[in-house]
């Protein structure tokens, strides 16, 4: 096995149940890594109280906990306190060293995240480090600039640094600067939950589609923050038949609200908060298709895309300038791209979907097939574990599985 023997230890902010796209990018990959032979360990921050619920939301204190997730070690620490979204753990560093003395090959770490940067920064050895550069720091300029001198340290100490997508480099100066070692790894997902539904999902799918009472029903999924584009989702909304289904909470939930309310089109929003994955399964099984109006360059990639494309959802997305982002769901191929913040071009796309024949059909089975082809876990897997190999100079070469054998056909 192209893994076997590799000891890797993944750094993460949190880890599923805590949703999220990098949270659950971050066990895809372990666990992807763990069935190709490594012996995969995650260290985070516990995101709750007491071991249930999905919402990171929540910024009190918590214990740690350990547990397993199949093959994997997680690790979770408890928090004291959560500063400005930065988690306070006395446990880090005693429990960081002993993680490391025990026998570790690579440290993954996926940023942004100040609290194990800060951690790192202060080892005075680390083994081959690799960090993931899911998204530059926009909105919090102060803080960013704050923070920078850190970053760049630790950056300085990788040996690899992994983008999403060759589109995000040139418009990141912190990757700029470390070009040397900057390498692409595409986020992937397991497509079987969605290539094969359980029954539960197809409940679900059953329940979504009564919701929707025979309208086209519009999808976002993600936390409701300033750059996945609510707004202008709903704005369009007004202009196109159906109704929207939001799944996931943030700070933005009760503006939204609000901005529904003064469209007019409240009646025909349901906000659906965290979902199950198998009813979120459903949801993509029954959508019309999946709203993506992000509006900056904090949304790197957006794994919810991937998602409904496996599922055979064709994306509307938008086309931000040096963001992953259309280039995970295509124009044309597996779905369309309109330009960012114009809730007219998302309504007149939305509205090709209902009024070209075979359009939407068309681009469900690109969609499809992209996911498959180029968004699956085992590839990613198997793409890390190359990268590795060349941090640690190790130049192995580990094909990816075929397309056939991954996904059982």
Known sequence: MPGAGLRVLHLGKFYP???????????TLARAQA?????????????????????????????????????????????????????????????????????VDVVHLQTPNPTMVLALN?????????????????????????????????YARARRVLANSEAYVPGSALLQQFRHKVRVLPLGIDPSPFLQPSTAALE??????????????????????YYKGLFTALDALARVPGRLLVVGEGPLGEEARRRAEALGVAERVTWAGYLSPDSLAGAYRAATALWFPSNARSEAYGLSQAE?????????????????????????????????????????AARRLLDEPGLAERLGRGARERAQAELRHDVMASRSLDLYAEALGRPVRAEPPTRDAAVGT
Do not use: Y
């Open 204 to 225: 679900a799918e059953r329940h979504w589609r009564s919701v929707s009472e025979g309208q086209p029903l519009w999808l976002m999924v993600g936390r409701l923050v």
């Open 17 to 27: 149940p805590a949703s999220g796209g990098i949270e659950s990018h971050v066990q």
């Open 122 to 154: 202060a080892m005075p050895r680390l083994p081959a480090l690799v960090i993931t550069h899911q998204s530059d720091i926009i909105r919090q300029k102060v803080a960013g600039a704050l923070f920078r001198p850190f970053e760049m340290m630790l």
């Open 35 to 103: 069935a190709l032979g490594a012996q995969v360990e995650v260290l985070c921050a516990n995101h709750s109280a007491d071991g249930s619920g999905t919402s990171h939301e929540f910024h009190g204190r918590s214990p740690t906990r350990e547990d397993w997730d199949g093959l994997v070690r997680v690790v979770r620490l408890g928090r004291s306190a959560s500063v400005a979204r930065m988690d306070v753990l006395p446990q880090l560093p005693g429990t960081l060293r002993r993680m490391l003395a025990r026998g």
């Open 308 to 348: 409904a494309m496996a599922s055979g959802l064709p994306v509307l997305n938008t086309a931000i300038p040096h963001s992953g982002v259309s280039w995970v769901s295509r124009h044309e191929e597996s779905g369309l791209t309109v330009p960012v913040g114009e809730p007219d071009a998302l309504a007149r």
